[in-house]
């Protein structure tokens, strides 16, 4: 995961260093600054996850079916589902660009010690630093939140998307972590059971299993619970 936060801040200090991002400095908070790494850029580091998400959800329903609770699923309906999950793990390139755009507008209206206005070379190497800054607290911060993302989301939904399609009348549980990281509406569901075809219920909000990529990210950004299934 290190090299997806790596490959972003090298992008992002590449494009700091072009004379259109000086340009955009000069002209201070009027400047669109989330133009200088656009989403597509920033997309491009996540989209090798495809593949080693394609084969978590393989997994789950491989294991799925093994335990016995589950049939295989089709082509187009993996693809859907692991594409729902690269999609929530791109939602925080998002908030990746939101903070690099935040750290270019402070350089842009950076002053002298005195209150006067500060050499423009000395503006792009502040929004360098600014910029590094943000991708070191990434490093720290959104490494689990992706590997939570872009592992747990999909076995869950493989297990969940196996089990739907099987003849079998299945109830499927909420397992929780039981501990002190798990949030108390999550620790309130362990144990529940429902039909496979029912949803659990999170806060008065329907949600299809732990790491569901259709519900509020709210309700799924760091969680750990996975699914088991009983006949």
Avoid at 134 to 142: D, Q
């Amino acid at each position: 995961m290190d090299d997806i936060i790596d490959s972003q801040e090298e992008a992002t200090l590449a494009a700091i260093a072009a004379p259109t991002t000086t340009a955009l400095l000069n002209l201070g908070t009027e400047s669109n600054f989330g133009s200088i790494v656009p989403m597509t850029e920033l997309a491009v580091s996540t989209a090798p996850l495809l593949s080693s998400m394609r084969g978590i959800y393989e997994q789950a329903v491989s294991d799925n079916i093994q335990e016995g609770f589950g049939e295989t699923v089709s082509e187009q309906q993996a693809e859907a589902a692991v594409s729902e999950h690269l999609a929530t793990v791109n939602e925080f390139n998002s908030t990746t660009q939101n903070q690099v755009a935040e750290a270019l507008a402070a350089a842009s209206v950076a002053k002298a010690e005195d209150g006067g206005d500060i050499d423009i070379a000395f503006k792009a190497i502040l929004a360098a630093t600014l910029v590094k800054a943000v991708f070191n607290k990434l490093r720290s911060n959104r490494k689990r939140m992706i590997i939570d993302s872009a592992v747990l989301g999909p076995y869950n939904q493989g297990m969940f998307d196996s089990a739907s399609n099987s003849d079998v009348t299945l109830n499927k549980q909420w397992i929780s972590l039981k501990d002190e990281r798990v949030r108390i509406s999550h620790k309130q569901l362990h144990g529940d059971v429902v039909p496979v075809s029912s949803p659990f219920f999170v806060n008065g909000v329907p949600i299809r299993f732990p790491k569901d990529p259709v519900a509020p990210p709210s309700l799924t950004i760091n969680c750990r619970c996975v699914l088991k299934f009983t006949k």
